[in-house]
């Protein structure tokens, strides 16, 4: 009984992109090298990650030093882009959406 | 020669190598083509962006522009009338609004497949080989005819 409720798979994930191919059409997180993240809707994606986000919201985090205290100071600026192609080569994580939220 | 016409055949007339077409087909360098003639912004690992027509984009996702012109990170405006990205300095391309990404594939996948039919030009030693091709066949079907007949 326990065997069967293993053998049925939730979802068919045989390789890692087949993740990525499970968050079509919804909005994921993508961590991107240079302290850059994207949220947005995937589109499409290809082997090289490269993907197209739709309603993308890109946060841009700079470290400063602030000159009195010496203490680093996060700052991060954000901006909204309709459609997005983003390069794979500067993509590090793409996390699926949150099924809780 | 057939390379010379392969090369020279409608809108895959820059396709230089089948790899290049299986770039096109398999990977998403086909929806930046797609973009070819249409203005939109660039922005590069440098933080510098630009901004102008996409001109031309091979398989590798390298992108000639026109008209460009070209914001570094502080700001600062700069014009070019001819600009070349090389592929790895590509971060994000922006894609134009109110554009679907699926009919843009679709739409240029058709483009990429379309293959205009060539015309062969039409030479008297090709009509004297029909013609005496038609000859032969008919001379073989007048002998044995009456063959047929008799049986």
């Known amino acids: ?101 | 020669m057939s390379r010379m016409e392969s090369v020279e055949q409608g809108d895959s007339k820059f396709i230089t190598s089948g790899k290049e077409k299986f770039l096109y087909y398999n990977t998403l360098a086909i929806i930046v083509k797609a973009l070819e003639g249409s203005y939109t912004l660039i922005d590069l690992r440098n933080e510098n962006t630009v901004s102008g027509k996409i001109a031309r984009v091979d398989g590798w996702m390298n992108i000639e522009m026109e008209d460009v012109v070209f914001y570094d990170s502080r700001g600062t405006k700069h014009g070019f009338s001819q600009f070349f990205v090389c592929k790895r300095n590509i971060r994000y391309v922006h894609i134009p609004k109110g554009i679907s990404t699926t009919d843009l594939i679709e739409k240029q996948l058709n483009k990429l497949s379309h293959r205009p039919k060539h015309k062969k030009p039409h030479t008297f030693k090709k009509s004297r080989a029909n013609r005496y091709q038609q000859e032969t066949v008919n001379s073989l079907f007048s002998v044995r005819a009456p063959k047929q007949t008799a049986n």
């Open chain 1, 1 to 101: 009984m326990a065997d069967d409720l293993e053998n049925i798979p939730a979802v068919t994930v045989k390789e890692p992109l087949d993740l990525v191919r499970l968050s079509l059409d919804e909005r994921i997180y993508v961590k991107m090298r240079n302290d850059r993240e994207i949220r947005g809707r995937l589109h499409a994606y290809d082997q090289h990650m490269n993907m197209i986000l739709s309603d993308a919201e890109e946060t841009i985090t700079t470290v400063e030093i602030d000159e009195e205290t010496y203490e680093e100071v996060y700052r991060t600026t954000k901006r909204n882009i309709p459609m997005l192609f983003v390069r794979g080569d500067g993509v590090i994580l793409v996390s699926p959406p949150m099924r809780t939220s």
